[in-house]
Nanobody, 124 residues
Framework: QVQLVESGGGLVQAGGSLRLSCAASGRTSNTYAMAWFRQAPGKEREFVAALNWGGDNYDYADSVKGRFTISRNNAKNTVYLQMNSLNPEDTAIYFC?????????????????WGQGTQVTVSS
């Protein structure tokens, strides 16, 4: 089993920045691809960004390209999401996810482990 714990969420004004962290523990493996998803009230969970272990295979949702950056520190078993130029539409609970595959996916069902989420609220 792998445990994922997110942190770094909060309240920020439009145009501001936040950095989310996701710490993995348990039976971690550097072959896991990691991802961030988000879920706004009344909406389905949606893909945000994903990164493989080597950092050379990544993917972003169109809505966050150029504003968000996913990165990871394998020595610390931690993945990050740097979020810049935030707008109210980014308000959601952000979830960290890990898959046993080395490949990145946009489909939530292909991720085996999930964190509890961290709230991000962007005020206008």
């Amino acid at each position: 089993q792998v445990q994922l714990v997110e942190s770094g969420g909060g309240l920020v004004q439009a145009g501001g920045s936040l950095r989310l962290s996701c710490a993995a523990s348990g039976r971690t493996s550097n072959t896991y691809a990691m991802a961030w998803f988000r879920q706004a009230p009344g909406k389905e969970r949606e893909f945000v960004a994903a990164l493989n272990w080597g950092g050379d295979n990544y993917d972003y949702a169109d809505s966050v390209k150029g504003r968000f950056t996913i990165s990871r520190n394998n020595a610390k078993n931690t993945v990050y999401l740097q979020m810049n130029s935030l707008n109210p539409e980014d308000t959601a609970i952000y979830f960290c996810a890990a898959t046993q595959s080395p490949y990145v996916y946009r489909t939530a069902g292909l991720y085996h482990y999930w964190g509890q989420g961290t709230q991000v609220t962007v005020s206008s």
